[in-house]
């Protein structure tokens, strides 16, 4: 069956609206007529309903589909059962045409309606069913021609179908989950900003002041403000500038630091404002079609709170001290691991839980998950589960990087979202080929990827070496190839002074201090972001995850991609991926794109320094295109529009004038 | 986990003395070192036994290797577990490098040794342990630099990775199943015959005069002899010549009618002899290193003793009477189908079970099941497993020729091998195509293909037109893609005259009539059959299942596969087969190889009328060889060697001077 995740164990992903389509192996000896539906189950429905499946013979098997329409947990299963009628009916066919006797055969037939009529609710329906099975019965005073003519009987076909016992009523072993969220969590674009950053003139920012900045947030186009931990930050070890081990008491500390004595994770550092004024921060964000993202980071400092009323929930060493972060040999003695396995864990993670049932109460409806793979893994399956229960629509976003199984292990248990590895993909192979796996492998059914171009830690070599160019490609590759992308702010400002040589780490990184910015500073970036984010919002092409493929550009410094209009529904079984075998009106029924269907094709250069020139390769077929048509290619960055003929056709990038790149919309001339 | 197929509902198959290897992802939260073990049990065996497994850093994946030595079902699983002491090691393997003070450590380190202490049998030990534990708590009298030392000591390292408890253990939520078989479940060479038409005289043959034929079929090279149905025959309905419903008194009528006032399926018809000279047919056979087939048809003839005591156990219509087999409009009223699913049913799967273990004990351990896709799959499942449970080495032969799940099903549910769609695969994309399913997917878990070239159902029309020439091409072809393959008899003679034109069936078909035949008559194909289950038994490259691939023939008219000498072993997971990342020298001591390792080449001609020449690639890196060297094919064929050089080179086959291909053996100049 498909889709199926793990065997049933996890349950597979997708958002409101989505028509889920299933496929099943469906048989049994011998030659009788099968039948077979998908049975589901939203979020609240005490009932089933039902599907049903039909047969694809090259495929040797069963697709149907259903629409999830709800936000939340969904089942479904499948059955399978013997087409009594429909195989007595296809036989009596054949034998009739072929002149056989078929007085036993109606004698058969009788028996099958009169079970039927048993369950007939209807009056009518019961005395008709029974006048037929007396008919059949009855060789003496009706005609056999009179007798066959009623049993192909189109009305005796419905009442038959409806209430002929299903024969070997079989359901799959497994009753399979579909996590329905809402559409946010597939595509959107973030943002995350430092609001103790966010005041015009150095001073400590406020919730205001990051209020103030929504407005122009919402024109550039972003849906999710996501805000690092906004609560009290420990004293006691705390970092200085740099990750410095001794500060100035000026000194901001980490908002990682979680905790001091103005309380934990549900207080908010006083510094940014009350906890009405981060309701107000939300409420305004919402109004302008945003919302707000809180950090999770389940790790406390020192001064926690917790530290003195549940010290137990810590790790106790030999010596009586509680055990500090370290990465041996490097000792991070600002911050306290929490111990999860605990003696007292049942009320450890009742306690976890309620921080995120805290802010979601005050509005928050999407958790930045800092450094889940830390963390037990049944911990977050639980957590989780716990609040969609009640708040289906929460999403958590999962920053782990970590070994590959680890990261899918986290999607799979419930994580809405996932960092990826796309900082450290910048050749067109590594793009390549890590794209092809997030969006062309089974992966696609439970791990979303979200494209952050950058974050607080990972400033990449190539944003360091590659200058503004760099930048644009970046941010290019990340909103178009995946419909989740994030920018941490700085980006826009082309920031990329590294803490030393080589390090990831930001110079006066704004973890540990106060950074403010002119964010509208000459040259600046967010017209492209306004740009790419209008872009992916006129285009449901860029609002899709498993539309994208690649195609050959001559040139390995130039990718060339296609982001497709319309998604043909696919399933991952028996080792491969296989279409749905469905009509295609069907299948084309199924695409959820906001927006406008169009094909777009992207041509991306990697080489944020040199001119690149290519021949790429348009996938002709796919677009539904001939080899010698022509058609236009238009260039939504530029407006520019080129007619295009064949396959090849040339591409020429170059960064220095800014032109870093192509986002083709592809308007045949003619119908398709 | 691999290998487990479709969750572990069924056994995988593997041969006696394989080793099986297992892979898994396996992971926790954090930075703690991980250990973990595949455990298993053969047949009879009331304890585990475990080999560890390894982690391999680039697939994030654990890999081990077990032999399986015994035939019958295997049960395996895998445990994880947090390597509590290596973590601990480790880490305070930094912090003194970094001159750390350990002093807390060391009391952490106290704590592991003192409760693998605990558990320690041998009081030396114990001792041994709480001494040390002793000393890493005592900073007083004892240098750091000789507790330090002592935490790396060696055989402390050895002690606690027995005695450490598992942290975490944590166990495979499934135990999955492989079942064993002896070789000749991968490895043989079938020939089916008609005993009755063995008399050298033209009437009715006999068990004796089967058996005089062993000898030269044993020359011949065969592995087993399958004989269809050896039982009395029906009289009601008889077929007659050519399924002709008028049969002449003295037609013989079709073996697969099942059942007279003789017996039914544990008795003999009396005309073939005794069940003493059966038993003696099977000896002999043996003493010739070939067993005896039975055919397993679960039908019966109107006249069979079951349809008198056992009415019940068939299908009963309205009006009284038996149903017969139909396929509408066709009827078979020499046949009854059994209703596996009557009131009676316990005792009927019983009766059935027990003409199998009928049988067994007079020598039969391998079985060739008639139509099984046309009886219940809970039955086959059912059956196979209690036959087995008592007779682990007896073997089940599908004749299924079916829809693809259905086939599929009935290899996952326990048949040891099946027929296959092979008859119909003539060109060398279907053929290419169609081997590739057979051997590089999934399947290979749990399907084992036995390619006969015809059977008396199947003549294939490449056959009826094609002459000697395509009987050569399709007797080698079947011989070297698979290690199993068969032949019915009559092939060695060419016999290619159809019923009527575009017929599968025989003309004068052996079915329904006896045929006697000079079988060694000038020309026929007993030499080459001589040769080719000689080669197969001399290369062990023809004797392995997985370690076929097609290469690039120029000319698609002829087919060019390799062979190979060694297979690395493979596991199919996350939707595509990888190979396990284990070291060489394990991964080839898994190798399976009766007789030679060496690589074959094989180029056939698919075209039985006219020459054809093309030019082959031969797969330089796979063979070890470099572009420009030069190596010697052998044709063990003809005995003749050419010196061949680089991956292009040139084949010509002729079929009408006999040589419609080559079974090269690879002899590379120097070493590899």
């Given at each position: 069956m498909t889709p199926e995740l793990d065997a049933g164990r996890y349950a597979v992903k997708r958002v409101i609206g989505d028509t889920v389509w299933v496929g099943a192996d469906i048989f049994k000896e011998g030659h009788d007529l099968l039948a077979a539906r998908a049975v589901y189950k939203g979020p609240g429905d005490t009932g089933w309903s039902s599907a049903p499946l039909r047969f694809d013979f090259d495929s040797d098997r069963w697709y149907g589909s259903f629409v999830v329409d709800r936000i939340g947990l969904w089942t479904f299963t499948v059955e399978g059962w013997t087409d009594a009628f429909g195989t007595w009916r296809s036989e009596l066919r054949k034998k009739v045409d072929a002149n056989q006797d078929v007085h036993v055969e109606l004698l058969e037939g009788a028996l099958l309606v009169r079970s039927a009529a048993r369950r007939a609710k209807s009056p009518a329906i019961r005395a008709s069913l029974l006048q037929t099975a007396r008919m059949f019965e009855d060789a003496e005073s009706t005609s056999a021609s009179a007798r066959i003519e009623r049993a192909f009987d189109e009305e005796l076909l419905i009442?038959?179908?409806?209430?002929?016992?299903?024969?070997?009523?079989?359901?799959?072993?497994?009753?399979?989950?579909?996590?329905?969220?809402?559409?946010?969590?597939?595509?959107?674009?973030?943002?995350?900003?430092?609001?103790?950053?966010?005041?015009p003139d150095g001073r400590h920012g406020t919730f205001e002041d990051t209020a103030q900045r929504l407005p122009r947030l919402a024109e550039l186009g972003y849906d999710v403000i996501y805000l690092p931990p906004i609560h009290?930050?420990?004293?006691?070890?705390?970092?200085?500038?740099?990750?410095?081990?001794?500060?100035?008491?000026?000194?901001?500390?980490?908002p990682w630091a979680i905790g001091n004595e103005n309380g934990g994770h549900t207080a908010i550092e006083p510094a940014l404002g009350t906890v009405e004024d981060f309701e107000r921060l939300v409420r305004t964000a919402n109004e302008h079609g945003m919302e707000i993202a809180l950090d999770y980071a389940l790790q406390c400092a020192p001064d926690h709170p917790w530290v003195k009323e549940h010290p137990d929930w810590f790790h106790i060493r030999p010596d009586g001290t509680i055990k500090y972060a370290e990465n041996p040999p490097k000792k991070y003695q600002d911050i306290y691991p929490i111990n999860f396995w605990c003696d007292d864990r049942?009320?450890?993670?009742?306690?976890?839980?309620?921080?995120?049932?805290?802010?979601?109460?005050?509005?928050?409806?999407?958790?930045?998950?800092?450094?889940?793979?830390?963390?037990?893994?049944?911990?977050?399956?639980?957590?989780?589960?716990?609040?969609?229960?009640?708040?289906?629509d929460v999403i958590f976003f999962a920053e782990a990087f970590t070994r590959p199984k680890r990261m899918k292990s986290l999607g799979k248990l419930g994580f809405t979202m996932s960092y990826t590895y796309f900082t450290w993909k910048n050749s067109a192979y590594e793009l390549q080929d890590y794209l092809e796996e997030l969006t062309d492998s089974p992966m696609v059914e439970y791990f979303r990827g979200n494209l952050f171009a950058n974050t607080p830690d990972i400033l990449n070599e190539y944003l360091v070496h590659g200058g503004p160019a760099a930048f644009r490609i970046r941010l290019l590759l990340a909103s178009t190839l995946l419909?989740?992308?994030?920018?941490?702010?700085?980006?826009?400002?082309?920031?990329?002074?590294?803490?030393?040589?080589?390090?990831?780490?930001?110079?006066?990184?704004?973890?540990?201090?106060?950074?403010?910015?002119?964010?509208?500073?000459?040259?600046?970036?967010?017209?492209?972001?306004?740009?790419?984010?209008?872009?992916?919002?006129?285009?449901?092409?860029?609002?899709?995850?498993?539309?994208l493929s690649f195609h050959t550009s001559e040139n390995p410094q130039v990718l060339f991609y296609r982001k497709a209009g319309r998604v043909r529904p696919r399933e991952w079984t028996g080792g491969r991926a296989s279409y749905y075998a469905v009509p295609e009106?069907?299948?084309?029924?199924?695409?959820?794109?906001?927006?406008?269907?169009?094909?777009?094709?992207?041509?991306?250069?990697?080489?944020?320094?040199?001119?690149?020139?290519?021949?790429?390769?348009?996938?002709?077929?796919?677009?539904?295109?001939?080899?010698?048509?022509?058609?236009?290619?238009?260039?939504?960055?530029?407006?520019?529009?080129?007619?295009?003929?064949?396959?090849?056709?040339?591409?020429?990038?170059?960064?220095?004038?800014?032109?870093?790149g192509h986002v083709f919309r592809v308007e045949v001339l003619g119908a398709r």
């Open positions: 009442a038959m179908n409806e209430l002929c016992p299903p024969r070997d009523l079989t359901c799959y072993s497994r009753e399979l989950g579909i996590y329905v969220d809402r559409p946010q969590a597939r595509f959107a674009s973030w943002y995350e900003l430092f609001p103790r950053s966010q005041a009290p930050i420990g004293r006691t070890f705390r970092k200085g500038k740099n990750n410095s081990l001794t500060p100035e008491p000026e000194d901001v500390g980490s049942q009320n450890l993670w009742n306690a976890c839980r309620d921080i995120i049932l805290y802010w979601i109460a005050r509005g928050v409806k999407t958790f930045r998950v800092d450094n889940p793979h830390t963390k037990p893994l049944a911990f977050w399956e639980w957590v989780i589960g716990e609040v969609q229960r009640e708040h289906p419909p989740l992308y994030g920018l941490y702010s700085g980006y826009e400002l082309y920031e990329n002074v590294p803490f030393r040589p080589g390090s990831e780490e930001y110079f006066d990184s704004e973890k540990y201090q106060i950074k403010p910015r002119d964010w509208e500073a000459p040259g600046n970036l967010n017209p492209m972001i306004e740009l790419v984010n209008r872009i992916r919002r006129e285009n449901g092409a860029l609002q899709q995850y498993e539309n009106e069907e299948a084309t029924a199924s695409i959820v794109a906001a927006g406008d269907a169009a094909d777009l094709l992207v041509a991306v250069t990697l080489d944020p320094r040199a001119v690149q020139e290519t021949m790429v390769h348009v996938p002709l077929a796919d677009l539904g295109l001939t080899v010698d048509s022509a058609y236009v290619v238009h260039d939504l960055l530029t407006g520019a529009r080129y007619t295009w003929r064949g396959s090849r056709n040339y591409v020429r990038l170059d960064p220095m004038s800014g032109q870093i």
